[in-house]
């Protein structure tokens, strides 16, 4: 072989080289962060953003690992100046190019919805099904025998067609447009996994409960209380009842037994038989009664110290509640809020 051809072989080999090379560069960076986390998230992109602003956006929505890699992506693919302002919705296991192209286009693949904290299993799928994100008795098929088995902290959950109860995690989510019932329900039981951190498995693990305890405890303070500043101490009064083996007594117990809201319970109410009537059976009912928000969940991992036995409405009826150690107390509170609400009611 001639010296010439053999150079200019040489040559073409180091450029298949440089091409593979390059090839495979581009792969790299253009990765998806996380190909099997199918969450998607909304993206706000501002007028007059620029491509360094919206890839630290999106990097803070946890949709991207690196700045500088997203912005060299953009570069390339020649999509700098031609992003459009607005909310679009993005997942980790998008390619950072069909992100970009995502914003490029300003037209979102995605159908969004929220489901709103104390929201129980039966709520969120007619809420689903209303908004046509998709069916009501599929939804709910799914949820009590579909395999979620794949997330472990639903193997202390409670058994049967409820062991999803208090798990959907309430938020705003976007889905893609042909997502199924079990790609939503995993959506949400994704959220719920980023929200309960290992530090807070480390504190139940302190306080001698389960997680399932604590989503529990959680979702009876997300149905008692509108108040946020009220949420620690309806959690110590929790702890405090049970220390004390008290039973609870918690209305929103009652409620939930009944499948459906009833404004005043009676006293037949209160004996209703039913493992979740926390009147007639003591300690904690058998599994969550709503999908608690992360405040109730903070809430029942750090609860207030207090010395409180008894809560009720304030007479405010602003949302408020009294606290009250003896139950001569809690009797005048509850007297007090009898009083204003008629007063409210005339």
Known sequence: MKKSVKKVLAILIAILLILIALSTSLLIINKPKDRTDNTFVVVKIKEGSSTDDIAKELFKKGVISSVSKYKLVSKIWRYDGKYKAGSFSVSPSM?????AQTIVKGVSSTKNFTIPEGYTLEQTAEKLDKEGICNKEKFLDVARHGDFSKFSFLKDAQSGDNHLEGYLFPDTYAVDLDADETQIITTMLNQYDKVFTKKYRKRAKELNLSENDIVIIASLIERESQYDGDRAKIASVIYNRIKANMPLQIDATIQYALGKPKENLSIADTKIDSPYNTYT????????????????IKAA??????????????????????????????????????????????
Do not use: M, W
């Not at 390619?95 to 992100?99: A, G, P, Q």
């Not at 059976?281 to 109730?296: D, E, H, R, T, V």
């Open 301 to 346: 991992l750090y609860p207030e110290s207090t010395d409180y036995l008894y809560y009720v409405v304030s007479e405010k009826l602003d949302g408020t509640h009294n606290f009250s150690k003896d139950y001569s107390q809690f009797l005048k509170d509850k007297d007090a809020y009898s009083k204003a609400l008629a007063e409210k009611n005339k």
């Open 281 to 296: 059976n003591q300690g904690l009912p058998p599994g969550p009664i709503c999908s608690p928000g992360k405040a109730s």
């Open 95 to 99: 390619r950072s190019s069909d992100i």
